[in-house]
């Protein structure tokens, strides 16, 4: 492997990208596994894949954890509703779990979203709960406009 600028050999590619840098010549390059020749990225998956490797699964989680993981986030939001009251606090709308959301009263109180990816234990969900008011999307839209305002039901 040779420097564009100074023709400077070396079989280290570390060595050799080092040497790159101080002319600014350095390009985004990977190093084949297989048959060790420095390739560019943007043609990096078709020499790869030339080589006879076969790539790596992309995918973290199987198809089935990431099943799992919907299904206990649809339970999780069942058991929340329903232990805020199972509709909205303003126009007791109850019929679509989607369109009902969770709104935290004092936004200073709050550790985190309960719709936030992460899944964290039922315990933790329960005390984030209850910060929140239990809101319909329409009613949700107009809390954050401004049009109704949350301390009249909490004062109820």
């Known amino acids: 492997?040779?420097?564009?600028?100074?023709?400077?050999?070396?079989?280290?590619?570390?060595?050799?990208?080092?040497?790159?840098?101080?002319?600014?010549?350095?390009?985004?390059?990977?190093?084949?596994?297989?048959?060790?020749?420095?390739?560019?990225?943007?043609?990096?998956?078709?020499?790869?894949?030339?080589?006879?490797?076969?790539?790596?699964n992309k995918y973290k989680y199987s198809k089935e954890k990431v099943r799992q993981v919907s299904e206990w986030r649809r339970r999780t939001k069942r058991k929340a509703i329903e232990y805020k009251g199972g509709k909205c606090v303003f126009c007791g709308y109850n019929k679509c779990i989607r369109s009902l959301a969770?709104?935290?009263?004092?936004?200073?109180?709050?550790?985190?979203a309960i719709s936030h990816k992460n899944i964290r234990s039922w315990d933790r969900v329960k005390e984030e709960l209850d910060k929140c008011i239990l809101v319909c999307s329409n009613c949700h839209g107009e809390i954050e406009d401004g049009m109704i305002l949350v301390g009249d039901i909490i004062e109820k």
Do not use: P
């Open 1 to 56: 492997m040779k420097c564009d600028k100074c023709k400077f050999e070396t079989d280290n590619y570390r060595v050799l990208n080092g040497h790159k840098r101080i002319h600014g010549i350095i390009k985004q390059t990977k190093i084949c596994s297989k048959c060790k020749k420095e390739i560019t990225l943007n043609q990096y998956t078709r020499h790869y894949e030339a080589c006879g490797k076969k790539r790596k």
């Open 102 to 112: 969770f709104h935290h009263v004092n936004s200073e109180d709050k550790k985190f």
